[in-house]
């Protein structure tokens, strides 16, 4: 044990970071991320209590519900990282100044883009799935006008849990995780079983979480945890040069953002063809996924705050150094997880009230991603994270739409319909994506192009 920390000291301690520091925030980041997406896995296993009807109503409005929120997330993602090179230059000027933008600019884009879904939900919900059965709409539409109030007061928590990451400031970020998260575990019990409200529980409980949440992040930011002096005021105070900063890097990942989305939309689109059984499990084995990739979400977290903070005090080799040992490390992670779940996805699949006639395509799907995870999923995330903190946003997004594209909806129609593997074909797809982006990302990596972005900035 002496010797894998004494190694891991030599990999990981610059003059920039301790190894000590950087495995503190690691693993508090993957107990944050775990507890995001184990709160998410039991609220999808609360929702299928309902029946197959209500998981697979939420498995469809789903991708749309993404592409507004991903709009805001993206704002708060390219916000976190001015944040973040605001602290490698040590700047609290302009880390105070960008917290109040970045919160000021999601809350407005949320309002704006909240109004528009819940006024057009069941135009959407009708356009989109004009084939399905009209319970199915009846509780999409629900769902969708109540996620989008919701988005609101989340804008808000977002954009102040991006920025506390950033910051280095994991642990104020895991406790306002395990506020929101919590309280949305409690309400959905509530809701969902004890009132038995169904769909419309779920929604409501993601309502008054975020609402709490979104007290709790005002609070941290102003009271609790203050150190960068940040006023009320500062929500609504501009500075030409910050606001470009976090447009330049939060806009393309915001097109790009809702591009992969779009994509997203065209799979469940065509998945929609397929049976309530298919729909079904496939957002249950999306959902069990997400438990596989929480070290690995965790490690991309971490990407963001080292190189972001790395680039902000001018040490580019410091941000390609540890971006290599972050994506081998982040292999061998990613491989331990594996080993250690899988034994205990029957247990997890008793959560979903899983059917006979679903079971066997969650579990098909499920072992198609987790042989492909260590090998793949590091090396299509880690540099895209690491591209952006060096503000080569434009050549990351085309690279993620076009894999989206020509895998998961040229390659998914063509395996799940044309040659009818069903959602299995999907999974493959997947895959296939992962490694061209893969491909394409980490050729970037090994050049100097995507640095100039620093030359034009100075």
């Known amino acids: ?8 000291e030599g990999l990981f301690t610059t003059e920039q970071f301790a190894y000590k520091e ?4 690691y693993l508090t980041l993957m107990l944050d991320t775990f507890f995001i997406f184990f709160i998410g896995m039991v609220s999808t296993a609360l929702v299928s209590s309902v029946g197959e009807a209500a998981i697979a ?13 991903l709009v805001f997330t993206s704002m708060a993602t390219g916000g976190a990282i001015v944040v973040a090179r605001a602290k490698g230059r040590g700047d609290n000027a302009d880390i105070r100044r960008a917290i109040g933008e970045v919160t000021g600019i999601c809350c407005v884009v949320a309002v704006v883009l909240s109004s528009i879904l819940y006024a057009l939900s069941e135009v959407i919900v009708r356009a989109l799935y004009p ?3 009209p319970l199915l709409v009846e509780y999409a539409v629900t769902y969708m006008r109540m996620m989008a109030i919701s988005f609101i007061p989340f804008s808000v928590f977002n954009a102040i849990f991006n920025i506390l990451r950033n910051l280095g400031s994991t642990r104020q970020s895991l406790a306002l995780t395990i506020v929101i998260n919590v309280m949305h575990l409690i309400l959905s019990i509530i809701f969902i079983n004890v009132l038995d409200m169904g769909v419309a529980g779920s929604g409501l409980s993601f309502i008054l979480a975020r609402l709490v949440g979104m007290i709790m992040a005002l609070l941290m930011v102003l009271v609790f945890y203050n150190d960068y002096a940040v006023r009320g005021r500062d929500f609504f105070r501009f500075k030409a040069s910050t606001t470009r900063e976090i447009f330049s890097l939060g806009m393309p990942l915001a097109v790009e953002s809702l591009l992969l989305q779009g994509g997203m939309l065209l799979v469940q689109v065509y998945l929609a063809r397929l049976t309530t059984v298919d729909l079904a499990a496939h957002a249950v084995a999306n959902s069990l996924y997400q438990l596989y990739m929480v070290s690995g979400n965790a490690m991309v977290s971490l990407a963001s705050t080292v190189c972001g903070q790395c680039y902000g005090a001018g040490r580019e080799d410091l941000m390609k150094q540890y971006a290599v040992r972050l994506i081998g490390v982040c292999r061998v992670v990613l491989l331990v997880t594996a080993l250690v779940l899988y034994p205990f996805t029957p247990l997890l699949l008793r959560l979903y009230h899983a059917t006979p006639e679903g079971t066997p395509i969650i579990t098909q799907c499920l072992l198609l991603g987790i042989a492909a995870l260590p090998l793949f999923w590091s090396d299509s995330n880690i540099p895209a994270m690491v591209l952006r903190c060096g503000g080569d946003s434009l050549y990351t997004g085309v690279v993620s739409v076009l894999a989206l594209v020509l895998g998961r909806c040229v390659l998914g129609y063509f395996l799940t319909i044309t040659l009818g593997l069903g959602v299995p074909g999907v999974w493959i797809a997947m895959i296939a994506e992962w490694i061209a982006r893969s491909i394409a990302l980490r050729l970037r990596m090994r050049g100097d192009r995507w640095l100039v972005h620093r030359a034009a900035e100075t």
């Open 22 to 25: 950087l495995r503190g925030m």
């Open 131 to 133: 084939e399905v059965e």
């Open 1 to 8: 044990m002496s010797r894998l920390r004494t190694r891991m």
């Open 57 to 69: 109503a939420v498995s469809m409005v789903g991708t749309i519900n993404g592409m507004v929120s």
